[in-house]
């Protein structure tokens, strides 16, 4: 997916994240906005985030090359990538996500809309409601 993202020039976007704490601006290969530390097979993409603390980690790649890219990836089975220049971390019980270009959405892996139709954004509000879930361990 994400090769083919680049091919057809989706990535990076440019984006404007706000939360609580902090605004940032610029051109992005991934935003994830999640409560868990594991994405994607495993990866511990953000390793500080826990379901039960009310708030969302955000993991901001910034542009580079796909090679880069590929790098972080495999960095982020371990949670390497941590520290990383251009990998960035928010955290807040609320983003809101903002593009002049509009922009599709995954939700647990799944395409707002389908891949053959997405719904496409300019922006966005995501937000955690605290204790909505209970999680059995």
């Not at 807040?92 to 270009?101: T, Y």
């Not at 959405?105 to 209970?134: K, M, N, Y």
Request: a positive charge.
């Amino acid at each position: 997916g994400a090769a083919a993202a680049y091919r057809k020039k989706l990535v990076p976007l440019s984006l404007s994240v706000s939360s609580e704490e902090a605004r940032v601006e610029g051109r992005f290969q991934v935003a994830t906005f999640s409560n868990i530390r594991y994405w994607a097979t495993g990866r511990k993409l953000m390793p500080q985030a826990r379901p039960d603390d009310g708030r969302l980690d955000a993991c901001l790649i910034r542009d580079g090359s796909f090679l880069r890219l590929a790098r972080l990836a495999a960095a982020s089975v371990k949670g390497r990538h941590v520290g990383d220049t251009g990998v960035e971390f928010l955290r807040s019980p609320l983003f809101e996500i903002a593009s002049p270009a509009p922009f599709a959405v995954q939700v647990d892996g799944e395409v707002l809309g389908g891949p053959a139709a997405p719904l496409l954004f300019r922006s966005l509000r995501v937000r955690v409601l605290p204790a909505a879930l209970t999680i059995c361990a």
